[in-house]
């Protein structure tokens, strides 16, 4: 939207929005109070749950308003945009403007403006809205990384410890992998985040990363003590549910949380009606979320609130393949948040690496959901992805276990412990279908003509027309 457009669309919003309401105004912190990683946003709003959630998602109120002094911070103007008395009747209780709901981010002045939407990350604008897209741009300007990472520390049976940040996009596991139970005897995992990652080199030349949230806001479908019981136990007390089923005992319910209700007891669904389970209807939202303090996560990192940030071993890209289907690109799982020019974005990524003394974390891939022929997952995910955290724990202190093939480094044969996994085929998890690469070598170049252009660092190109001359020797 060009400037005049946008001006014109908040003069024909916002004033009178908050008529007959509440004006809150909410002084908080992205990171640590006082860190030298940390940013702070001031947002206005008319929406309590807001107010609610903030409170757990940041840190806020005057201990920030202390610390920013005379300060710069980031501007957050935000209103539901239904003011009182309604002159239309609320829809699922959500006072919300979907008509001329505005999105808007504008880097150059720090600001964040949201009208229209109660919900989520539209409307807790110190998530996705401050924490990436306002935040990268800031990164770039003064030389730090604001990622869609999670953040884990893994201590292996010897007691060393290593930290690692992973970029996953959105449904590939992120928040279950920050918060993993490891099957492998004598490993630990220690959770510091599960969404994103604000990283920095020190003086040292080690990079740093520090969890900006205060809180997880994960998404409550599929959500169970099977798939997550750290998620489950950290949601147990002071914790905000939104559009999920409620029991008839003051409980929630949604779909897979794998819960036994007592006999008698009725469910109602999202939406405020009667619901058994097998019904069509969904009795939550598929983007129903829990809002809980991380502090309350049993595993989390001693180091999660240090100043400094953890050191960070390992970087992690992730996601889904899955063959015969049309493949969403979404580099650094940063589709959505980008908060400037994409090519530009890689080249402060690739301007890392001429940084004097700097010490470059190690970069792994990895799909956890690839499929053989008949549709079953080749892959048994969750606790048992500790083995590879073991894989790459081990070559980050050195360890040559690793083959080069056309398209990188994979485990030597024997190098990943799958002992007791009797049904993992190790050679077709890591066969390389020529046909399929050849098309995903195809797809990239594509996605990087067409989406990137002539912003493209040459850089990344010689890398796509390395993949290609290798892929077609294979």
């Not at 799909?367 to 048992?384: C, I, S, V, Y």
């Amino acid at each position: 939207m060009n400037p005049k457009a946008f001006q014109e669309a908040m003069d024909g919003r916002f004033p009178g929005c908050m008529k007959g309401r509440t004006m809150y105004i909410i002084p908080y912190s992205m990171g640590p109070i006082g860190s030298p990683l940390s940013k702070i946003g001031v947002q206005l709003t008319d929406s309590p749950y807001v107010v609610a959630s903030m409170r757990i998602m940041t840190r806020m109120g005057a201990p920030v308003l202390r610390a920013l002094g005379e300060g710069e911070f980031v501007k957050c103007l935000h209103s539901v945009g239904r003011p009182l008395p309604l002159e239309e009747e609320l829809v699922n209780n959500w006072p919300c403007n979907p008509e001329k709901t505005l999105i808007a981010h504008v880097p150059d002045r720090r600001e964040i403006v949201s009208f229209g939407s109660g919900y989520g990350g539209n409307s807790l604008l110190g998530k996705k809205c401050f924490a990436l897209r306002i935040a990268s741009r800031i990164a770039k300007d003064e030389g730090w990384l604001a990622e869609h990472m999670l953040i884990l520390g893994i201590t292996n049976p010897e007691g060393r410890k290593r930290y690692v940040a992973a970029a996953f996009p959105s449904a590939c596991g992120k928040t279950n992998l920050a918060m993993m139970n490891p099957t492998l005897a004598g490993w630990r995992v220690e959770c510091v985040g599960d969404d994103i990652a604000w990283m920095k080199f020190d003086s040292e030349g080690r990079l740093r990363a520090i969890n900006p949230e205060n809180g997880f806001f994960g998404v409550a479908p599929g959500t169970s003590m099977k798939t997550n019981p750290n998620a489950m136990h950290t949601i147990q007390r002071n914790t905000l549910f939104t559009n999920v089923g409620e029991t008839s005992e003051g409980g929630v319910y949604w779909e897979g949380i794998d819960q036994v209700l007592p006999p008698g007891t009725s469910i109602t669904n999202w939406l405020g009606r009667p619901w058994v389970p097998g019904a069509k209807e969904p009795c939550a939202h598929p983007n129903s979320r829990f809002c809980a303090p991380a502090r309350q996560c049993p595993i989390m990192d001693p180091a999660w609130e240090s100043p400094e940030g953890v050191p960070i071993d390992a970087i992690i890209f992730g996601g889904r393949r899955p063959q015969g289907k049309v493949i969403m690109h979404d580099p650094f799982a940063m589709r959505p948040f980008f908060g400037y020019n994409f090519g530009r974005y890689l080249e402060h990524w690739l301007g890392m690496e001429e940084r004097r003394g700097v010490r470059l974390p190690k970069i792994f891939h990895v799909n956890w959901f690839r499929k053989d022929a008949a549709g079953n997952f080749l892959w048994p995910g969750f606790g048992e992805n500790s083995r590879v955290l073991d894989w790459i724990f081990r070559r980050v202190e050195g360890e040559e276990s690793a083959r080069e093939t056309p398209i990188g480094y994979v485990p030597q044969e024997g190098a990943l412990n799958l002992q007791g996994l009797a049904k993992v085929d190790f050679q077709e998890l890591f066969s390389l279908p020529k046909a399929f690469w050849e098309q995903e070598a195809w797809e990239v170049r594509k996605y990087l003509t067409e989406q990137v252009n002539d912003d493209l660092p040459r850089e990344v190109m010689r890398e796509l027309e390395g993949l290609e001359s290798r892929v077609k020797k294979m």
